[in-house]
């Protein structure tokens, strides 16, 4: 069975610092790796995504994320955070035997000023 | 090309009610899955859907629960009898399918169950 494991579920971090949540997956099979970013009253947009290849995937705005395989990690990072990048942010994994999606219990991530 | 609409953006229904959760897919696409956001929770799947056949309703709960993908017309998610347990968000997405089924999701319902 695949899982994923969002450490934090909330995260503040100051204008134009790093931002960095973590992501942790469970799968018996190789994993195809997603965030998704949640803006209040919507649905999800996908940020990036994971299949094959490059272990470094770089998404929309400005944010990117790192396979790991030996450490079964997924963290979405972006290296200067803007307020627009406020809103919750889910990780989720899926794979090629089931079409479902397997998602996080998500992070909300917010700027300080 | 118009992205997954959902409709209605916002319901309200009373205890005993029916609920019904319309989803139209994109373009071209022809599988349809249904999640549902509990607060404070991610998304939980719920069910897939093809043209016609329900492939994968694992994570539909076993009673007053149902949902059916028409030939023509958009997917339908119908809750009998909601209770306030019911109150969620509930979201559709949608797939050409194939290898690699990248899913684009609809802005979601808001049920509320008085």
Known sequence: AQSVTQLGSHVSVSEGALVLLRCNYSSSVPPYLFWYVQYPNQGLQLLLKYTTGATLVKGINGFEAEFKKSETSFHLTKPSAHMSDAAEYFCAVSDLINDKIIFGKGTRLHILP | NAGVMQNPRHLVRRRGQEARLRCSPMKGHSHVYWY????????????????ENIIDESGMPKERFSAEFPKEGPSILRIQQVVRGDSAA?????????????????????????
Request: glycine residues 12%; proline residues 5%; aromatic residues 18%.
């Open chain 2, 36 to 51: 549902r956001q509990l607060p404070e929770e991610g998304l939980k799947f719920m069910v897939y859907l093809q043209k």
């Open chain 2, 90 to 114: 509930y979201f559709c997405a949608s797939s050409h399918g194939g290898s690699y089924n990248e899913q684009f999701f609809g802005p979601g319902t808001r049920l509320t169950v008085l």
